[in-house]
């Protein structure tokens, strides 16, 4: 298949504009006229415009020739602080040990005197207080 062969705006002028019995000056003419009547694109449709950026500016790493020492305060900085983490994470196992310790005593010492301890009686329900004041209310109204 062959192309359609293409044509310029000034033959799709001749092939739109038609003007029958006129002189060719006239014809010229009138062309003139119709072109500087047609109004323009507006600026949104076109689709490149010279007041439009056309791309987001780039932003490009600054390229230097000699790259930089590492910060060695930083990292000076960075390690005294793991190391005051690492002090405080010892300080905490040994506070947790301690306290393990400690517990470890008091349940030993708990189990010693457990044997020396009286025996009270738990199955013991407390006094029935309504009783307790029924009887009152009795010796009370034997007195009178």
Known sequence: MSDPPQRNVEDSNDFLTVFSGSSPEDVSQARLLWSSLCMATPLESRLVSADIPQS???????????????????????????????????????????????????????????AFKPKTPRDKAPKDKTNELNMEQEMVRQLD
């Open 56 to 114: 987001l500016p780039v932003c490009r790493p600054e390229r230097r020739c000699h790259p930089e020492p590492p910060n060695l305060n930083a990292t000076k900085q960075r390690e005294e602080e793991r190391q005051r983490y690492m002090a405080m994470a010892a300080q905490r196992k040994e506070t947790l040990a301690l306290l393990r310790r400690q517990r470890e005593q008091r349940i030993q010492k708990e189990l010693l005197s457990l």
